[in-house]
Structure formats: C-alpha cells, structure tokens
C-alpha cells in the first residue's frame, strides 16, 4: 500500500517525462512578485484544501483493491511550458494501518526509484503541525521539488516537475506556499 500514492503520481509523471523529450528550451524570465493573475485557486471539499494552480484542472481519481482493502487516489495535474504542477492524496481502507514516517519515507523512494532519477536532499518539515518531507531530485532532463505530509489517515504530495534550463522558481514558490488545509 506505500505505493499507492506514488504509483498513480508515476503514471502522470511519465507522460510528462516523455514530453520532455520532445520540449525545446525556451527560457522564461520569473513572473514579477504578486502577478497571481493567469493563476486559479484550487479549493477541493473532498481533499480538504487549496492550492493555486496555472489552470483549474479536475479530480482524476481512480480506487483500487489491495490485500489491505480498497484505497483512492485523487490527482490534480497542470502543465505549463515550463513543467508541471501535481497535488493528490490517498484515501485509504479504514482498516489499513501504516507508520507515519515510514509513509512519508516511501512516498519519496517510490517516486524517486520510479522516475529513475537521483535524490538530491531531503528534509523534515511540518505544516500546522503535521510531519511532512520535502525533497528535490532530478533526471538528465527535468528537476523536480515535492512535498509529502500525512495528515491523520490521509498522505499529501504536492510534485513540480521543470525542465532543465527552464527557471520557474517563482511559480513554484507560490504553489508551495499556497497550499492550505482546510481541515473540518
């Protein structure tokens, strides 16, 4: 069950990774501080949070059976020219029973081992109190920067993925730090 989350975020990941084989650079300078404008507010009931998102995008979500009981996997994915901007969660069985830092930790192994691509760092982070990872990692043709939290039963991860030679650091900072929980 600790691929779950990853596993539905790999799928996304490859079409996006194929692409890149195609995508010539064409740098783009940062976006000036506080031009939110071509950006949309994500607010998902059922996820229970926001985030700013390039392009309103829908809920891809799929549920499977495991040994463990069924689990659900939502997904939110945006392309721009730049890369990407993922956000999902996993709703799992009730009766599955995981280890937070152990989820966190496969969360980032699985991604990074199903991308074939090399961790660069990780750190430990919280969010209103909540255990989370961050990392970055990289492939010969794109840098990706994600957060994973654990919010009671639930994992998060918010993923960008850029092309190499693209600079989009601005958005990224405001899609991390737009993310909020909006916790009943």
Do not use: C
Not at 92 to 115: I, M
């Amino acid at each position: 069950m600790k691929k779950v989350l990853v596993t539905g975020l790999f799928l996304l990941m490859l079409a996006f990774a194929a692409k890149a084989q195609e995508h010539t650079s064409n740098p783009t300078r940062p976006a000036p501080p506080g031009n939110t404008s071509s950006w949309v507010k994500l607010n998902s009931d059922q996820g229970q949070f926001s985030v700013l998102m390039p392009e309103l995008v829908k809920d891809q979500s799929e549920t499977k059976p495991s040994p463990k009981g069924p689990y659900t996997t939502h997904l939110f994915l945006a392309k721009t020219l730049q890369g990407i901007f993922l956000v999902g969660w996993v709703d799992y069985d009730p009766a599955f029973n995981f280890g937070v830092q152990s989820e966190l930790e496969a969360n980032r192994d699985n991604f990074v081992k199903g991308l074939k691509a090399t961790l660069l760092n990780t750190t430990k982070i919280t969010m209103n109190g909540y255990p989370g990872l961050e990392f970055t990692a990289e492939t010969n043709e794109i840098s990706y920067k994600s957060r994973v939290y654990i919010v009671g039963r639930r994992p998060y991860q918010l993923i960008t993925g850029t092309y190499k030679g693209q600079d989009d650091s601005y958005n990224i900072a405001r899609f991390f730090d737009s993310f909020q929980l909006n916790l009943r």
